[in-house]
DNA sequence: TCTGGGGTCCTAGGACCC
DNA sequence: TCTGGGGTCCTAGGACCC
């Protein structure tokens, strides 16, 4: 059996765990610059607060009913994340970090729904997250059995899916839309076809689904009717993109002030690929305008900039960012966003040296081991290049934000007796 | 005033090779 | 009338996920 552990209400999870009289109110976490909602406790969700409604317009409706809102706080869930796949690694042998909050694992043997019952147990006693499991022959089903063992309470956090008679009833009641794999624009497609649950999904004609959802929607099919297609993967893949980019908590107009955000998410890129032993051959860079401003300018602007020799340096990456930045700069506009994104990676000990490469990569690379010892020592970019600036009027707004309780001395927690 | 960030996979079409 | 057959690599765009 595959299972599915999920972490309920991640986030606004997290945030309780270290705040215990907030068990049982409702509790949300905004995105970056405090924009709209990501997580939402169950409480939240009762009272109809939306996924992704934006802050502004519910300050009002927060504060009438008692919502706690917390800016996001990815050090601490991070963090948190790592304690539960710890202790989950403590219970099985083969499992896959799918995400920030979900792990599958493989479950062999009879006594996978007692094994399940007492992870489930374990987890929550040893980080304070509660988390639910779903078990079924494949992943797909697994979602779909995670969904029940959330929304049924009377099953305690964990829903096998294995009986035949379970499955039609389970797949019958999953609307189309809510598959894993199965998005806006597929959901449409199929709903207009009369397929509007997962049951007549699993034995939709396949013609019609090569044809139209490409071979990612019949392994989904096969996946449905319990025919493994996406089996659980234990080694972690190198990425192949590694991306930093954010929305400005106030527009940037000039070229100065570009610059020193482009500067910032180059350096933070580069570190990433030296944290995961990876060099990248190309630097795309991009910056787009406010697009709830329809009034004003709006432009979309990318450039990528390919490297002779794969790096992971700062000053190398940074000043292909700055190069793409200046191509497509335009003075007539204000801008909203802006990101790097770091490809054609490769593995650190693979790079193919150039022919006619000036720089001297031994010593680069024993600058930028210090750099980051000094960093990881004494706080990000401490040691930093001149173009990232000081002053960062561009930075994050996040008035909500909760204490790195363990992740920074400083901010542990006190407890008074 | 005010609306997130970081990823993956698949396909079609163009360019090129022998 | 009629103009081969079999490949690879790259890119942009679409769709999806958490």
């Known amino acids: 059996m595959i299972a599915l552990v999920d972490c309920n209400n991640f986030f606004a999870s997290c945030e309780r765990v270290f705040r215990p009289n907030l068990k049982s109110q409702p509790v949300v976490v905004l995105s970056n610059n405090d924009g709209c909602v990501i ?4 409480e939240a969700k009762a009272l109809g607060v939306k996924m992704g409604a934006p802050a502004f317009k519910n300050e009002e409706f927060f504060e009438r009913n008692g919502v706690n809102v917390f800016s996001s706080n990815f050090a601490l869930y991070g963090d948190m994340s790592k304690r539960v796949m710890d202790t989950i ?11 920030i909050d979900e792990a599958f694992l493989v479950f062999e043997g009879p006594a996978a729904e007692e094994r399940a019952r007492a992870l489930r147990v374990k987890v929550e006693r040893w980080t304070g997250i509660p988390v639910s499991i779903g078990l079924a022959p494949t992943k797909t089903l697994a979602k779909i059995a995670t969904r029940i063992a959330k929304k049924m309470p009377e099953m305690n956090g964990v829903f096998v899916l294995s009986s035949s008679a379970d499955m039609e009833r389970a797949l019958q009641r999953c609307p189309v839309e809510d598959i894993w794999g199965i998005g806006r624009r597929s959901a449409a497609k199929l709903q ?14 396949s013609g019609w689904i ?13 996946e449905l009717q319990g025919t493994v297609c996406f089996s659980v993967n234990d080694i972690t893949l190198r990425k192949k993109n590694i991306r930093t980019a954010r929305s400005f908590g106030k527009e940037v107009s000039n070229l100065a002030g570009l610059r020193e955000s482009v500067g910032t998410f180059a350096v933070n890129c580069a570190r990433k690929l030296r944290k995961e032993g990876s060099c990248c051959s190309s630097v795309t860079v991009f910056v787009n305008t ?3 401003k329809p009034q004003a300018t709006q432009y979309n602007g990318a450039r990528t900039i390919k490297l002779a020799v794969p790096t992971n340096d700062n000053l190398e990456i940074v000043d292909a960012a700055i190069r793409a930045l200046r191509e497509i700069y335009r003075a007539d506009c204000t801008y909203k966003k802006a990101g790097v994104i770091v490809g054609n990676i490769v593995p650190a000990e693979q790079v193919q040296l150039g022919l006619f490469d000036s720089v001297d990569r031994t010593k680069r690379g024993v600058l930028m081991k210090s750099v980051d010892y000094i960093n990881d020592k004494m706080g990000r970019d401490k040691v930093r290049l001149a173009v990232q600036g000081f002053d960062r009027k561009w930075r994050l707004r996040q008035e ?18």
């Not at 790195?404 to 006190?414: D, G, K, P, V």
């Open 400 to 417: 909500r934000l909760s204490p790195c309780y363990t992740t920074r001395f400083s901010e542990i927690l006190t407890v008074r007796v």
């Open 192 to 205: 207009s076809l009369g397929v509007t649950n997962a049951l007549k999904l699993a034995f939709a004609d």
């Open 210 to 222: 090569r044809s139209n959802l490409s071979v990612t929607g019949v392994r989904l099919q096969k």
């Open 39 to 42: 997580a939402r406790s169950n």
């Open 89 to 99: 690694k403590t219970e099985v042998d083969d499992m896959e970090v799918y995400s």
């Open 290 to 292: 406010n697009p709830f």
